[in-house]
């Protein structure tokens, strides 16, 4: 009778726990640390994960191109006041920017790259352009 070596132990612990490929679900042999069956696998599931992070970055930078557009629009010399009602008419989308600016006397304005607006209470906006910013 043979004898059970610690080789032969290691080998049947690892081929005890089944893994699967992350992509095609089949059964992976090899590697332990194998999360796909093959590279092709693996290339589709990253090219796949890629695209729908592209689609989306793409549709959000579009929301916050159109905003910039807009405040643009109403913004001709850098500094405006506008009635918050215009700006939701032109299709402005107040939930997208690329950041928040406090301004030295506390009030807040969310900009889209260079175009920042400031909500003066429920009913107009304060727009403002990046090169006008003091600080
Ligand atoms: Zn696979």
């Given at each position: 009778?043979?004898t059970?070596q610690?080789?032969?132990?290691?080998?049947?612990?690892?081929e005890?726990?089944?893994?699967?490929?992350k992509?095609?679900?089949?059964?992976?042999h090899?590697?332990?640390?194998k999360?796909?069956?093959t590279d092709?696998c693996?290339?589709?599931?990253y090219?796949?994960?890629?695209?729908?992070?592209?689609?989306?970055?793409r549709r959000?930078n579009?929301?916050?191109s159109?905003?910039?557009r807009?405040?643009?629009?109403?913004?001709?010399t850098?500094?405006?006041?506008?009635a918050?009602q215009?700006?939701i008419?032109?299709?402005?989308n107040?939930?997208y920017?690329?950041?928040?600016y406090?301004s030295?006397?506390?009030q807040?304005?969310?900009?889209?790259?260079?175009?920042g607006?400031?909500?003066?209470?429920?009913k107009?906006?304060?727009?403002?352009?990046?090169?006008?910013?003091?600080?």
């Amino acid at each position: 009778m043979k004898t059970l070596q610690a080789s032969d132990h290691l080998v049947l612990s690892m081929e005890s726990v089944k893994r699967y490929c992350k992509e095609c679900e089949e059964e992976i042999h090899g590697r332990r640390d194998k999360r796909f069956c093959t590279d092709y696998c693996r290339a589709s599931y990253y090219n796949r994960a890629n695209a729908e992070a592209t689609s989306l970055m793409r549709r959000v930078n579009y929301k916050i191109s159109k905003n910039r557009r807009i405040l643009a629009r109403f913004n001709p010399t850098g500094q405006a006041k506008i009635a918050k009602q215009k700006l939701i008419e032109s299709g402005l989308n107040f939930d997208y920017f690329t950041n928040t600016y406090k301004s030295q006397t506390g009030q807040v304005f969310y900009f889209c790259y260079d175009q920042g607006y400031h909500e003066m209470g429920n009913k107009y906006v304060k727009i403002l352009a990046r090169n006008k910013v003091k600080d």
